[in-house]
């Protein structure tokens, strides 16, 4: 069993940035593809970002590429996501997840989900 815990989320305008964490348990992570994903309201979740356990590899929908940058602390079994210029349409749950590959979490291929973290971006 995986927990995953994010941290991070909060109010901010457009133009800023923000920094979302998820901290992860069990001594796995450094082998563990993992990812984020966002929700807004009335809207289905998407794939946001993802990276292997090495952190070489990554994706990131073409939404966020060039703003937003997915990172890992392996020391720290904690995940990172750097969220710049964001914009109102950026603002959703933010969650973090598991799978077996950068490219199965694109795809939706999750093991464990976080809880979320509320990111709200005012015009």
């Known amino acids: 069993q995986v927990q995953l815990v994010e941290s991070g989320g909060g109010l901010v305008q457009a133009g800023d940035s923000l920094r979302l964490s998820c901290g992860a348990s069990?001594?796995?992570?450094?082998?563990?593809?993992m990812g984020w994903f966002r929700q807004a309201p009335g809207k289905e979740r998407e794939f946001v970002a993802s990276?292997?356990?090495?952190?070489?590899?990554?994706y990131y929908a073409d939404s966020v590429k060039g703003r937003f940058t997915i990172s890992r602390d392996n020391a720290k079994n904690t995940l990172y996501l750097q969220m710049d210029s964001l914009k109102p349409e950026d603002t959703a749950v933010y969650s973090c997840?598991?799978?077996?590959?950068?490219?199965?979490?694109?795809?939706?291929?999750?093991?464990?989900w976080g809880q979320g973290t509320q990111v709200t971006v005012s015009s």
């Open positions: 997840a598991t799978g077996p590959s950068p490219a199965g979490v694109r795809d939706f291929n999750i093991n464990y």
């Open positions: 069990g001594r796995t992570f450094r082998r563990t593809a």
């Open positions: 990276i292997d356990g090495s952190g070489g590899s990554t």
